[in-house]
């Protein structure tokens, strides 16, 4: 544990100790369950007492970061992805600019009649023939997301498509169709023995439920997504301007 502060500086100790804990989160040296130091060891090594220690830790509990067990003691967090409310992007795009590498744990592309209520969405006749999209992804380690799309039937897709590339990319240069726009409701749920097996939680853990509809420039809903995100693996960050 190689950390410092400067008794001397007018910003708060408890404000620095928070800095300097949160780049020994980043460091990764505490990652996999390891204990954090322990609060009277981060005390004597920066010379303050255990209140100022303990003010920092418990900003870094509230906002997620650390996570503290009595007869424990403190672990970090396992870090979540976040996306934002502001910003809209394919899977693919999004965690390519996060530099997070992920994979494909399953890929399904069938042909089924549009519901009464995905044909009144995509303003089409109920029991026209659309294209369903099924993919299960994430890491390397395990899957966080479970995402099932509903197409309009201007939107096809080749039968030997890997949808390695991000998801409009391929609707663009396929279907010369650019999605612009996306509506969305965010609802929260449990898994069920289904979803706990897609994504490998128990039965009855927690799930964010996104529901997005994704239209073209002259607001013509092509896409109807269904997302399933593992609660503690992914959030969702909402920026307002006043």
């Excluded at 309009?152 to 409009?168: A, C, S």
């Amino acid at each position: 544990m190689n950390i410092t502060i400067n008794h001397n500086s007018a910003l708060p100790l408890h404000k620095q100790i928070e800095n300097v804990l949160r780049d020994l989160i980043d460091t990764g040296e505490y990652d996999n369950g390891k204990l954090f130091p322990k609060e009277v060891d981060i005390s004597n090594r920066l010379g303050v007492s255990r209140n100022t220690v303990r003010q920092a830790i418990n900003t870094l509990v509230t906002e997620g970061l650390l996570i503290r067990k009595k007869g424990v003691g403190t672990t970090v967090a396992e870090k979540k992805i976040q996306t934002k409310l502001s910003e809209w992007h394919s899977f693919t795009q999004e965690m390519n600019n996060k530099g997070i590498p992920f994979k494909n744990y399953k890929v399904q592309l069938t042909k089924v009649k549009a519901t009464e209520e995905l044909a009144l969405l995509l303003s089409i006749e109920e029991g026209k023939e659309i294209m369903k999209l099924e993919r299960i992804r994430g890491d390397k380690d395990m899957p966080f997301v479970h995402f099932v799309s509903w197409f309009h039937p201007k939107i096809d897709f080749d039968e030997n498509e890997t949808f390695e590339k991000p998801l409009y990319d391929i609707i663009e240069e396929r279907s010369n169709i650019i999605l612009t726009k996306s509506s969305e409701e965010l609802l929260a749920m449990l898994a069920d023995k289904q979803l706990a097996i897609d994504l490998k939680v128990e039965e009855g853990s927690p799930v964010l439920f996104r529901k997005r509809a994704v239209a073209d420039p002259g607001g013509r809903v092509m896409e109807i997504n269904h997302g399933y995100y593992r609660g503690d693996r992914f959030t969702y960050q909402i920026e307002i301007n006043r």
